[in-house]
Every structure is written in C-alpha cells, then in structure tokens.
C-alpha cells in the first residue's frame, strides 16, 4: 500500500519537502495542510511588491504545470493538533486524518506590538501576502506610518511605505541600525541612503504606546515624552518560530522544534524544517534558529528524502544571504557580527544565529562611498565576510568561507588590513581556485 505523508506548511520548506517525496516515493498520497489560501510564492518577494517593483503574479515560485505534476491534496485548514501514538491530524472543525509520516514546517510568524494599544487597527506587519494586501488598501499618500524595529524586515516596510508615497518615521532604540550584523559604517551607509529617500530616522526611540480612538490608530507615544500622529504602525522587531503544535504533541521543544541531524524529531515518523526548526549541527553539536529562504529550502529536501525513508543528514550549510539594503545588494556569508541587536526581540526573517558569533580579527577594506568588503578572519580560515555594493568579491569569498579554506599563509596581511590585504587575497584565491580544479 502506498504511504500517506502529511505536510503541515505551505512555504518553502514544505513545498520542498513535496517535491522530493513526489521524486522518492512516486505512489504517495502528499496531503498539503495550510491556513494560507494562496498559491506558493515568494515570500522575500513582498518586499518588491510592497514597493511596487513587481506585480503580484511576479510572486509565483512554481508553474501550474508544475503544481499539477506533483499531485498534491491541498487542504487550507488549521491544523488543532496532531497525536503521535496514533498517527492522527486533528483539523480546528474537528475533522480527523490519518498519516504514516508527518512534516512539521509552519514557519515563523511576527511577533506581536508588545507595548500598549497593540490591538488597535492600523498595526500592520510583513509576514505574508495578505499582509501585503491589507498594506496596499490602507496606503494613502502624504500620510503617516511609524515602522518601528531592526533588520531586513523594518527597513522593508520603510522603504515600501515611503515609496508609496507615504511620510515614514523610523524608530531605532540605539544610535545605528541592525547593530548585530551590520558595523558602524555600514549602518550609516544605509541610514544616509534612506534619510536621502526621505524616511525621518529617530534614534534612541521607544514606543510608550499606541493611540486610538473607536478602535482605530492615531498617534504614537513614546518614552520620552513625544507624541507622533499616524495612520500606520510597522512592527518588526522580529519572529518567533510556531511551536505550538509541537509542544502540545509532547516533541522536545526549545526556541524552535528541536531535531536531529536527520530533521527527525523527537517522535516516530515527525520531522520538522524550515524556520520552526532548531537543526542540531552534528560537527558542533549546537541547535539553532535560521530564517533563511535557501536554507529552508534545502532542510525542506532533505527532510523529504527521509520521510521517504533515506538516511540522510542535514549538514548545515555556511548561512549566505543577498539581499537590497536601501537599493544596495549586500551579501552576508558565515558570521559577521556580534552583540544583540537591541531593535529586536527574537530573531529576524532573513536571519541567521550564526551571523552573530563574533571573531577577534577583523579586515575591512573599502573602497569607496558604497562599495564595502569586510572579512572576520579566524586562525585558519576566513570564518565570515559581508560585501555591499559591488559584488565581484561575493562568490570567491562564499566558496572560501564554505570550504574553510586554509589562509594562513596569508593571515598576516589580511589582519593588517587595507587594499594590499585584498589584492593578496585575489592572488591567493586564483591560485586556490585553479588547485580545486
């Protein structure tokens, strides 16, 4: 008899996770369970649409042929709970499912204004595309929104709300922006670019609370006393991974779900992936949270060869982001920050732990307003390395940091820093490139 796998998540990771099984086990029934009524898209595409670079069909990920192909049970539902000893899905209208492998990927969600008045309506967030929607129909020009937060997610909806036309106030609790990943220059690269957008940045800015009036925002107060009338407010101070399902299963819950280097969980025949899971790395033995599209995707597959019944391990890969900061394309690789970003309460969609792990040694060569390249470097190797604006160096430092490429003969110039620091790197990576080759 053929299986019967459930998915419980419609993004990436579960589509993945889809496609595989549909590969490795061509009989299956795949039973999709999703509380999003759309078709798969991208969600780091909202940012695009928010800012009207792209129309909303542009977000489709996969044809409907290929959609067809892969045979899916779709069923838009919310999933009450599910029971481990007897492989059963419990529906919120009551209905009940039987599995014989189950997938955990439902993602991450906002975490909510935590400050009073975070009911009213006129808070908005960016979690999906009725988000997006519910954005575009409150949009009006020359009014005011406050986006409040750090990270890729705050500056999103600055910079698509101002693009719309509308008067943007940010608000950042200390003096520079994501502060865990980004250096004092780099902050002000982009702050200066969205000043010059023309968002009015507040440093050192609290919310006190929300203001209403018959159940609709009108103003904002913050700590210090100030109050700013708005028809919108922003919250992005990060997301928490769904556990809720897990935990009330009995899985081994932490931050996220926890699992093994197989993405098994904690039950027979329940694997989880995506942003929900907290992935044991097998080389360091540490858990931890990524809320990465690629990487999401790759647990995604690897989680459905092993519902297939592979034995496959997770190796987690270097965590690589590109992504546009105030229109500038900025590729972050390993780790390069360090601190807690005070913008932020739980981690940030786009986001990798790893990229928080500080190093002692630090090169930073730049070369002009824009165009940045800083490398942490640790006893052997290049461990980490952002590269904003041009992007000539992104691909040889990621094959670098992933391959943990043995720079020593060279550490000493590249711990001194400067322009000679990089052309020396450039000498040594064609050398490095032509022997792996």
Known sequence: MSRHYVIVGSGIAGLAAAERLRHDDPDATITMVSEEPHAFYSRPGLAYLLRGDIP?????????????????????????????????????????????RLLLAPGALAVAAPFPGGE????????????????????????????????????????????????VHYFLRGSRYWSDVLDEVESEIVLKRLRHEGVKIHFETQIQQAIGARGCLRAVQTKNGETIPCELLAVAIGVRPRVELARQAGL??????????????SAPDVFAAGDAAEVLDPRTGVAGLNVLWPIALRQGQVAGANL???????????PFNVTQLTGLKVTIIGAVGGGKNEDLVAISRGESESWRHSHQSWVVTECHDVNRVRLLVGERQVVGALVMGDQAWSRPLQRLVSTEADITPIRPTLVAGGHRALEELATFYQHWADFQS
Do not use: C, W
């Not at 838009?76 to 009940?96: K, L, N, Q, Y």
């Not at 819950?253 to 993405?263: A, M, S, T, Y």
């Open 56 to 100: 909303e069909r542009q977000l489709a990920i996969r044809t409907p042929a290929d959609l067809e192909a892969l045979q899916l049970r779709r069923i838009t539902a919310r999933v009450e709970r599910f029971m481990p000893d007897s492989h059963e899905v419990v529906f919120a209208d009551g209905r009940r499912m039987v599995y014989d």
């Open 120 to 167: 009213l309506d006129g808070i908005v967030k960016l979690d999906s595309l009725n988000d997006v929607r519910h954005i575009l129909k409150r949009v009006r020009r020359r009014s005011a929104v406050v986006v409040v937060g750090g990270g890729i997610t705050a500056l999103e909806l600055a910079e698509g709300m101002r693009a719309r036309g509308m008067k």
């Open 252 to 265: 081994r819950v932490n931050r996220g779900i926890l699992v093994d280097e197989f993405l098994q969980t």
């Open 308 to 318: 297939a019944g592979a034995r496959r391990p997770y190796l987690k890969d270097v």
